[in-house]
């Protein structure tokens, strides 16, 4: 009877967490893959008829895809915010077939195109392009979510004729910026020897306005002798401006948010990265410590994590303010609040990007680490060229600070490239930085990333000014989330007000003027 029972209890709560799992499941797929919805009849259908529909405007995509990486001018004009070309829509709409039919009414297009070489074998690349983590962390802080399914693997021991089904978010580190949510399909082709085209395309688009439609996409690799690879890249798609500030659609539609360019910029630095030096175990671990801070920053700003937020306040015009439980593997527990706010600064972001990494004008904008981060303990750069900034740094100072036993040290990854600067960095303390010099695991460390992301602003007369986003973490202890104040809230406003305030006066130091 005993045994029974207890056999009665377990089935009980194996029951009672199954239906938990499903009731998390399902809200979970209404919040992060409302386009990606299925019934039952849908799920059923034959995967056979399913891959055949896809398949069918695989080869026009491919065709329109390698066109365009042939065609030059007229097709493609040299862009007037940068580097990177513009496609000329009048020609391409009387060359080109709507591949994908009409576009949607309402609809603005954006279209552009890159060249690079990256050192990496070409591949090594396909495959990196059909894992959807390695992807996502080849392009750091461009990609949020991402889900994918096997159709096909490709023909026998190659990636020839592969076929994946996509859904994606495409961010711009900016709270006031709208995530770019795309449903589609990625296809791989290899033309001949050392020449592979790798092209995406939208499909189960829908009416869902909120989705950006991707016309053929990709890029077009060739094998060097040297063993890198020479890249076009193209980027073509279609998107509702309406969702969008009015104040920042100059900047998407010059293509510094979501164009070619800053594919192939975030794909050069992260090459770059892989460097020999990146197998010692101190800068190996370092560098996964660092990646995951960005990540966690990125996803805290465009609210493409995994993690569920909750919202404490929006006011226009002040910080936008977020609250989670939170709970890391060494025992801490309580709620972390989140502050994210976007303003324009009147400099160039490579200009201030590099105010920013002087010591000694730290204290200008820097409201919680300047006392600790005074110097660099150890550094690697992100890097061969000595006069890029880019580097991961563990900062920390030669003083004591007041009531503590050890000192408290910064980690910091600083990046820019023609697209935009990044400076994230979190506190971390003696422990943590003695596990990571010694290479150990440092997955568990908990971190609360501070950041700012700097994007070039164009106007029609070229770059004029950055727009700069400020987001701040800051845990309340033994907490929750109906417990928070408005002195907690007034906090994180305060914190972003004097770090913007700080930004102005970097640049100008007569500017006394606040958010």
């Known amino acids: 009877m005993k045994e029974l029972l207890n056999k009665t209890i377990f089935e009980h709560k194996i029951c009672s967490e199954n ?105 090594d690349f396909v495959e990196a392009l059909f894992n959807a983590d390695r992807w996502r962390d080849m392009f750091g802080g461009m990609i949020g979510r991402c889900i ?88 073509h798609t279609e998107y509702d401006e309406q969702l969008i500030h009015e104040n920042y659609r100059g900047l998407i539609r010059s293509g510094v948010g979501f164009g070619a360019q800053r594919w192939v910029s975030a794909l050069l630095g992260q090459c770059k990265c892989v460097a020999p030096n990146l197998f010692e175990s101190t800068t190996r671990c370092l560098r996964s410590l660092a990646q995951r801070m960005r990540r966690m920053f990125c996803a805290t700003v465009c609210l493409t994590g995994w993690e569920r937020w909750n919202l404490v306040a929006n006011v226009p015009g002040r910080p936008r303010i977020m609250a989670r439980m939170y709970n890391d593997f060494q025992g801490v527990s309580g709620v972390v609040m989140s502050a994210t706010h976007s303003v324009w600064i009147a400099a160039n972001h490579r200009h201030l990007f590099e105010m920013m990494l002087i010591k000694e004008l730290r204290s200008v904008w820097d409201v919680l680490c300047h006392t600790i981060a005074t110097r660099d303990m150890y550094s690697f750069p992100l890097s061969q060229d000595e006069a890029n900034f880019n580097c991961v740094s563990i900062l920390d100072s030669n003083t004591l600070q007041a009531g503590v036993n050890q000192p408290l040290k910064v980690l910091q990854e600083a990046s820019s490239d023609t697209t935009g600067s990044l400076i994230v960095y979190a506190i971390v303390d003696t422990p943590t930085v003695a596990l990571v010099m010694q290479g150990g695991d440092s997955s568990r460390v908990g971190l609360l990333p501070i950041g700012l992301s700097i994007v070039p602003y164009h106007g029609e007369s070229g770059e004029s000014g950055s727009m700069v986003t400020v987001g701040f973490h800051r845990l309340l202890r033994n907490q929750v989330i109906s417990n928070i104040t408005m002195e907690n809230i007034n906090t994180l406003n305060r914190l972003v007000a004097e770090t913007v305030q700080g930004l102005k006066m970097l640049v100008d130091p007569l500017n006394e003027e606040g958010m």
Not at 29 to 56: C, H, P, V, W
Not at 175 to 190: E, M, T
Request: overall charge positive; aromatic content about 10%.
């Open 148 to 235: 994918t399914r096997v159709i096909s693997n490709g023909a026998r021991g190659s990636r020839n004729g592969a076929l994946l089904l996509m859904k994606a978010e495409m961010q711009v580190i900016s709270s006031v910026v709208p995530v770019r949510v795309l449903n589609f399909i990625r296809y791989v082709n290899k033309y001949a020897e050392g020449l592979w085209a790798v092209v995406d395309y939208s499909v189960d688009f829908g009416m869902d306005r909120r989705l950006t439609r991707r016309c053929p996409s990709g890029c077009i690799l060739q094998a060097m002798p040297n063993g890198f690879t020479k890249i076009t890249w193209i980027e």
């Open 19 to 123: 239906a938990r799992l499903k009731k998390e499941l399902g809200a979970m797929t209404i919040l992060y893959n409302q386009s990606f919805r299925q019934n039952e009849t849908r799920m059923g259908i034959d995967m056979a008829i399913q891959t055949k529909s896809y398949l069918k405007l695989a080869p026009y995509a491919m065709d329109e895809l390698f066109k365009l990486g042939a065609f030059n001018d007229p097709l493609w004009n040299k862009s007037t915010h940068g580097q990177g070309e513009t496609l000329d829509f009048n020609l391409y709409e009387w060359a080109f077939p709507p591949c994908l039919g009409p576009k949607p009414h309402g609809f603005v297009s954006e279209a552009s195109r890159a060249k690079g070489v990256i050192p990496m074998a070409t591949s």
